[in-house]
Antibody, heavy 122, light 109 residues
Framework: QLQLQESGPGLVKPSETLSLACTVS??????????WGWVRQPPGKGLEWIGV???????YYNPSLKSRVTMSVDTSINHFSLKLTSVTAADTAVYFC??????????????WGQGTLVTVSS | SSELTQDPAVSVALGQTVRITCRGD??????ASWYQQKPGQAPVLVIY???KRPSGIPDRFSGSSSGNTASLTITGAQAEDEADYYC????????????FGGGTKLTVL
């Protein structure tokens, strides 16, 4: 069974870089037909997609965050990561990693990590 | 437009049927998927490809679509169905890859 697990600091200072990793188990991150992505949820608010990465390294980022986001993938350890620079309090959120199935007309996040709360505060 | 619009809140009496809707131009071209999220938990996919259910999702959950509107129907709502529900699809505007609706809080009375 596919499992995703986020890891990283729970507290980041303003203007610094948020770095999170997602470890995938139960399936190979190299399997075709899937993107690996990040979605965040500020406290009490809805879901916002941050970006997705293909196993080849190709990426799509939310245009509203694109200037600050970098995603990478390491297929050798079944792991992908997120970096978000110049964070502010508005970046405080629960960050989820998830698998995106992307086939023609069907895009859906079929597996999710449990989420990790990242607070931006000095 | 790259938005998906949902009603903020919907309520249903225990055992009755409720429909949660999602509207957006993207839905004319792409299937909606639906996610259930309970407090403190990760979202769970309940419907994809308009009306497919992942393994383990009860058959009281169903989906449909017409024009720019997708719907999630719960037939015989249970207390455990009380949650936030989000729709999601690929974005047809070309601006975003994918987009989420704002979410609907379902209360089971």
């Amino acid at each position: 069974q596919l499992q995703l697990q986020e890891s990283g600091p729970g507290l980041v200072k303003p203007s610094e870089t948020l770095s999170l990793a997602c470890t995938v188990s139960g399936d190979s991150i190299s399997r075709s037909g899937y993107y690996w992505g990040w979605v965040r949820q500020p406290p009490g608010k809805g879901l916002e997609w941050i970006g997705v990465i293909f196993n080849s390294g190709g990426t799509y980022y939310n245009p509203s965050l694109k200037s600050r986001v970098t995603m990478s993938v390491d297929t050798s350890i079944n792991h992908f990561s997120l970096k978000l620079t110049s964070v502010t309090a508005a970046d405080t959120a629960v960050y989820f990693c998830a698998r995106l199935t992307a086939v023609t007309t069907s895009y859906h996040f079929d597996s999710w990590g449990q989420g990790t709360l990242v607070t931006v505060s000095s | 437009s790259s938005e998906l619009t949902q009603d903020p809140a919907v309520s249903v009496a225990l055992g009755q049927t409720v429909r949660i809707t999602c509207r957006g131009d993207s839905l004319r071209s792409y299937y909606a998927s639906w996610y259930q999220q309970k407090p403190g938990q990760a979202p769970v996919l309940v419907i994809y490809d308009k009306n497919k259910r992942p393994s383990g999702i009860p058959d009281r959950f169903s989906g449909s679509s017409s024009g720019n509107t997708a719907s999630l129907t719960i037939t015989g709502a249970q207390a455990e169905d009380e949650a936030d529900y989000y729709c999601n699809s690929r974005d047809s505007s070309g601006y975003h890859l994918t987009v989420f609706g704002g979410g609907t809080k379902l209360t089971v009375l």
